[in-house]
């Protein structure tokens, strides 16, 4: 699933370096909470300036949220997901 949503991460990375070069990034952990249905209900990052109105946390926070995984008996999971935002993630 992962590996599918990258590239999309990787896009909101690009946007955010084409309009502010001087945009770091860095090594960020973004926790995407999931539904029994296997839908992520909400995307968080451990870094408040991502959590924001930072346009490249909301495109990736977005996009996160349309990741859609097996469906599941229980409550809801909290799945932390390591991130490098960079030109190369």
């Given at each position: 699933m992962?590996?599918k949503?990258?590239?999309?991460?990787?896009?909101c990375?690009e946007?955010?370096?084409?309009?502010?070069?001087?945009?770091?990034?860095?090594?960020?952990?973004?926790?995407?909470?999931?539904?029994?249905?296997?839908?992520?209900?909400?995307?968080?990052f451990?870094?408040?300036?991502?959590?924001?109105?930072?346009?490249?946390?909301?495109?990736?926070?977005?996009?996160?949220?349309?990741?859609?995984?097996?469906?599941?008996?229980?409550?809801?999971?909290?799945?932390?997901?390591?991130?490098?935002?960079?030109?190369?993630?």
């Amino acid at each position: 699933m992962l590996a599918k949503t990258q590239p999309a991460f990787r896009d909101c990375v690009e946007a955010e370096l084409r309009k502010n070069p001087s945009f770091k990034g860095g090594k960020v952990t973004l926790t995407a909470t999931v539904g029994s249905s296997g839908t992520v209900k909400a995307a968080t990052f451990d870094r408040k300036d991502l959590n924001r109105n930072s346009p490249v946390g909301t495109c990736i926070r977005d996009r996160a949220k349309g990741m859609v995984f097996s469906a599941f008996a229980g409550e809801d999971v909290d799945l932390e997901i390591p991130l490098v935002l960079s030109k190369s993630m």
